[in-house]
């Protein structure tokens, strides 16, 4: 099994959609979890810390669930400007040392 | 605040000739900054973890001989790929954790090597 695992799409969306992402991880002692975006040939951007109470930024929310080992990204109202590669970030157990799942493709058309 | 300046951005350079990527951390200090590569369509891959002030450790499949990094100062680290073939053509990127906790990771711009 595969540290981090995503689906990598893509996901084929209309305007004004909500669609939500997973990614699992296979170490439970992993501590830190974060959604990163990546636009094509460009460096990956934080979206959002993932934290175990989950948190909302807009029209973006993360969830962590421990129990499932996964991390989730749910995007309502979709934008056209939401297309991109979503990353999800989990830290190698206690070394911090980030891995990166290989992303998933949101393409939001109008 | 938390930038990580990546040069080149761009380098296309010969077969069997060596190319030095700087990372350098602006208003921060980074005891530890990452090295990644990324192929086309594919993840960020690990490289190797270097830490100022010590030997760099490199994730098992990447030549260290080859592979050559540097992190001299808290705020600047080098890779140099030596003796570069077209199969080491691909975006390398460097990223160093963020100050205080659950900030995340700072990356830099990326430096997109091509070996003709």
């Known amino acids: 099994r595969k540290e981090v695992e995503q689906d990598p799409g893509p996901f084929n969306v209309p305007e004004g959609a909500t669609v939500a992402f997973n990614c699992t991880y296979s170490n439970s002692a992993s501590q830190s979890f974060f959604w990163y975006r990546q636009d094509c040939r460009k460096e990956p951007k934080l979206l959002m810390s993932v934290y175990s109470s989950g948190n909302e930024d807009g029209r973006f929310t993360a969830q962590l669930n421990r129990a499932s080992q996964y991390i989730s990204l749910l995007i309502r109202d979709s934008k056209l400007s939401d297309s991109a590669t979503y990353l999800c970030?989990?830290?190698?157990?206690?070394?911090?040392?980030?891995?990166f799942g290989r992303g998933t493709s949101l393409i939001v058309h109008p | 605040g938390a930038v990580v300046s990546q040069h080149p951005s761009r380098v296309i350079c010969k077969s069997g000739t060596s190319v030095k990527i700087e990372c350098r951390s602006l208003d921060f200090q980074a005891t530890t900054m990452f090295w990644y590569r990324q192929f086309p369509k594919k993840s960020l891959m690990l490289m190797a973890t270097s830490n100022e002030g010590s030997k760099a450790t490199y994730e098992q499949g990447v030549e260290k001989d080859k592979f050559l990094i540097n992190h001299a100062s808290l705020t600047l680290s080098t890779l140099t790929v030596t003796s570069a073939h077209p199969e080491d053509s691909s975006f390398y990127i460097c990223?160093?954790?963020?100050?205080?906790?659950?900030?995340?990771?700072?990356f830099g711009s990326g430096t997109r090597l091509t070996v003709v």
């Open positions: 970030v989990v830290n190698k157990g206690g070394s911090y040392i980030p891995t």
């Open positions: 990223s160093a954790e963020v100050p205080g906790q659950g900030r995340g990771y700072t």
